[in-house]
């Protein structure tokens, strides 16, 4: 049987449903359509006839679809649905499917044109893949604040070329922004949105984000959004009881109402479900996005994040269904990120074998357990070991990504650099250290912006980015740090190529608790490296065991006086292997470690 969209749209199958509803620029005018089943009555009422309702009603049809033809319509014209609801309330919402809206506080959805012939990345796209074998350095930022001035949001146009110089410079290989969906309140950074089509306001048109796009693509750095499929916005004018009854929430309150005074999208309802698919696939589709990073998906694996609740089926069966058409619509060559921060197992394993489909996942626990440890007088860290190793008892049942994102920088937590123990000092010394650890750890990276700076104000989405602090010298050689240790990464496969390998990291020693110290391997095609972590207070003269026989040349360390640390000159020094065998390895070296210091040592494969 051949299928329309519409029938694929109430099967739960239709990935594209925008192209039925919104708002559409034909010849003979612009087209609505909106789904509302148990709406006795709905007009479009628009700048186009004096928001009058009897000027342009729409026709319902068999399935709850209403539609109407407004010939004086046009692009940039604002407008709303005039709904009379179940119960003869009278409201005007918003168009789900909007592709634009009016900048807040107004709440018009505006007619838009989403055609672009700026497009230039065809051998970007055709290049992509999901990237487990090569690096992944994630920028996550605030679009609108970015480098903000006054009361206006950074403008996409304004700050294209110097974030790609600032990429470049610090070898990061993505940004990810934050949800670019309406949304009515600065303060939720858009995680509480309102129209899941529309690219907000704040910072450009349709057109300006995908000049943004194509740029980040044509200098070789790929693009993520933060997409919201849990939950939406409680204001009257958008999804809620949109109809007169709960079309896009749940019917029970207790389900319909989440922990953030939102409501929770019914996962279970198969035009829900093709609205969120749409919308995600629309961003990937039209704006040409490498990848989606999932919000909150602890929320829809649980009732409401609950795991006593049990597990919501209805969510996850979603979850595995969207996953697989969008890969399959985009052929395997886009990234599914999930932040789940529940111990459920298999959210990055394929459907078929019982997961939910997902490319990555945060590792939400190895960022507080790494945290907690940090935070911690050294002089107790001894008892809290495993802290730091526990994170490889469990690495590889998932594929993961290691954040340190915006979520760990607002709301009294304190920036990375403020959460270590110390003074001043000691606290960008163990920041430095923390970072090689972090770089140096299997599983890509992501950071908030701001981290590269060591900055020591938390996060506000009205205020830009401390960029004053490269003017005082530990924050400027912080930075200087941050970019050669992305460098390290980037450049050398051993850090990234075989990520998701078991046997491409080896420990040398995880239960030195005495001194605090951790050692192991990362192994590469070409190259091998030794890795030595002393997160004490106190310099030590150690011996470590190693593979192979040869020179251990220093590439890297934390301490080095060019990085504002305490360790004499920057000259790398050369580590004669013994034939002893300590560590379970044939040979040992002996170093001298710094106090709060990271060191890396490259070997020539022979």
Known sequence: MEYTLTQAFFEGRDIKAYNIFGAHVQKDGVRFAVYAPNAQRISVVGSFNDWDETADPMVRDEKGIWECTVKSAKVGDSYKYRVVQKYGNVVDKIDPYAFYSEMRPKTNSVIADLSYDGWTDKKWMNSRSKNFDKPVNIYEMHVGSWTKEGEEFCQYKDIEADLIAHCKKHNFTHVEVMPLCEHPFDGSWGYQCTAYFASTARCGTNQDLMHFVNALHEAG???????????????????????????????KEEDANSEWGTLNFNLWREEVRCFLMSAANFWLDKYHFDGLRMDAISNAIFWKGNKTRGVNEGACNFMKRMNHMLNEEHKGKIMLIAEDSSDFQGVTHLGLDGGLGFDYKWDLGWMNDTFKYFKMDPIYRQYHHNLINWSMAYFYSEKFILPFSHDEVVHGKATVVDKMWGTYEQKFAQARALYAYMFLHPGKKLNFMGNELGMLREWDEQRSCDWFLRDYPMHDSFEKYFADLGKLYVENDAFYGRDYDWDSFQWIDADDKQHNTYSFIRKGTKKDFIVILNFSTNQYHLQFGVPTAGLYREVLNSQWGQYNGDWVGGIPRIAHSIKFKRNNQPYMIEVEVPAFGAIVYEVEKR
């Open 221 to 251: 750095i790929g693009i993520i959004m933060d997409f919201v499929p849990v939950h939406f916005v409680k204001d009257d004018y958008a999804l809620r009881y949109f109809d007169g009854t709960p079309l896009y929430e749940y019917d």
